[in-house]
């Protein structure tokens, strides 16, 4: 490959809460690159076959769409640096078409990438200490967790530092690089859970016992797609220094166990709910028999790499009244979030404009959000599972300043939580595997609602959308779930209600015959009617479900027709 | 088959025997099913006995039998299928095995410094099979974010550079 030198990286800010590569950290990903050039090229020589190179491309982030490569770019956990967020908008004007996707795995994807411009794409990666390691692939993933961490008042213990000891055990981890399907773990640190780790292959709660000391509830065998399963809890309080050496049982469990012949029955989730009981068993067994003191996480370790998660200077400041203009008020009203330091707030950035695609952002965008971060925010961006951004810690006094930053970059939609904030999955408009549009849908239900004290009117609501039963957009755990399916060469859309990612996990249940694409807006519409009509005072959609229960809605839906 | 061992094709001294053949009094490779079928009489074998370990069996079914065999082959159906990383991990670290474990079947250069940290010895590799490439593919990463079955300097932070033979 000609060696185009990459952007020279702009300096990281110094109090942005990054994981701080070292000079073996660096020399690892001047390998990695290296190894996937040697790749390409035995490939284009004939030496690998497109069977055997197509694993290979995926584990580093590579997949072929419907028009072009795709290259999925690991945002560790959701945390960026500004410098950061600084080249993802060079590398989307310089080699996509100026926009990057974010992703619910608190990725970005760049859809229109060439397959021989990546390796000069990762090189600009690894100068601001970034890769695509393991964005796909049946492999251990990108591990996600709370885009409020280290600055979330309820928040028990700082789960980035266990994150980011998850993305270095799992990197090219020998034994789990083949393993029979995607891996995917979630952890949170705090009781109000943000991660929906329930629906993950593995999912961990990080907590405190009574004496204070770190420990791990332990999920397994969650998940969502064609077979949607809620996780199994193996372990309430795991040892904090146990956290390695047990999920090495759960993935050698896995590894030697896990259905390969179906590609549909290869999660983890089918082995655990096949098995039941004798899961847990088995992996316990593992446990019991594999040498602790080689995977001990050694308390050392942990203190090192908690250093590079230290809290930012925060100033000792006392909580300040926001100011009374009603605009202000009403996007303050939803993207404004209580911090664990008084004077501060973390705000959440809407990357879902009426009628816009949800999750993508410009590279303009993505510059004036690294310009908002340095200068509001220690320089720290975090990236949202439902595809929005995060500026961790924003003094109050400066709440009206950083609104009008992002009127200006048009990023000041203020509809956190309510029925525009749609997930979506790429679908039909990208995807090879899709069976119907997913982002069409989600931007006209979207102008559908586009009245903001229409949307405020009623209240919360999480609106899922896939385009294919493989679950992309979650839509199971929506509060109300859209899925499109082809139904004899026509796109229709079934609807789910009562889906939930938190605490209370739920899989939604259906309603009825699907809609067309033409009608299923209207059904949202109705559906949302029948909520206002029901809701006691106050109510949030979710709460109102659970209530009244599918009838009243199944019969505003059909018993028109 | 050419045998890789340490980035370089060996003499394989080793051959495989069918179910129903009389033992040579050389290294023998045996099916799992020859071996519980006939335990006694191979117990009493001086030459060097070896077994293949399909990819659905876990190592424990050999367990009784490890002090009697120097070779375990590891078939992979798929180079996609992991399975043997986990039998042969087991195999050193469950159950302390010293002998030889050899992958066999479909195996890419890819994926060799992955097997020989978690245990594996030695590949079959295809007929005509360049063993530089191989050991270029083992040698390109040389640092590792976790501990393996491999004895490796100890960690600092979760990772450390590898000595590759
Ligand atoms: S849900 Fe289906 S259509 Fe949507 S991104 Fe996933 S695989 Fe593609």
Redesign the pocket.
Known sequence: MNAIAPRPAAPIPPHARTYRYDAVDREFLAERIAEFEGQVQRRLAGELTEEEFKPLRLMNGLYLQLHAYMLRIAIPYGVLNAAQLRQLAYIARRWDRGFGHFTTRQNIQFNWTKLEDVPDILRALAAVDMHAIQTSGNCIRNVTTDEYAGASPDEVVDPRIYAEILRQWSTLHPEFTWLPRKFKIAITGAPHDRVALQVHDIGLEAKRNAAGEVGFAVHAGGGLGRTPLIATKLRDFLPEAELLGYLEAILRTYNALGQRDNIYKARIKILVRDLGADFAKAVEEEYARLPRDRYRLDPAIIAAIRQHFAPPPFLALNDTPLPEDPAFRAWAGRSVRAHKRPGYASVTISLKPIGGIPGDASAEQMEAVARLAERFSFGEIRVSHVQNLVLPHVRQEDLAELWDGLREAGLAAPNIGLVSDIIA????DY?A???AR?IPVAQRISERFADLDRQLDIGECFVNI????????HHHVGHIGILGVDKRGEEVYQVTLGGSATNDAALGELVGPAFSYDDVVDAVETILRTHVAHRLPGERFIDCYRRIGLAPFKEALYAAA | MPLLEDGRIIDDAWVRVADDAVLPDSPAIVTLARLQREAAQLAGRNAPLGVVLPPDVAPDAIAPFLDRLGLVVLELPKFRDGRAFTQARALREHHGFTGEIRAAGHVIPDQYAALLRCGVSTVAVPEGADPAVWDAARRVVGIAYQASVVPDSPLSLLRRKLEIA
């Open positions: 999955c790429p679908g039909m995807c595997l899709a069976t997913s896939s385009g294919c039963i493989n679950a992309c957009g």
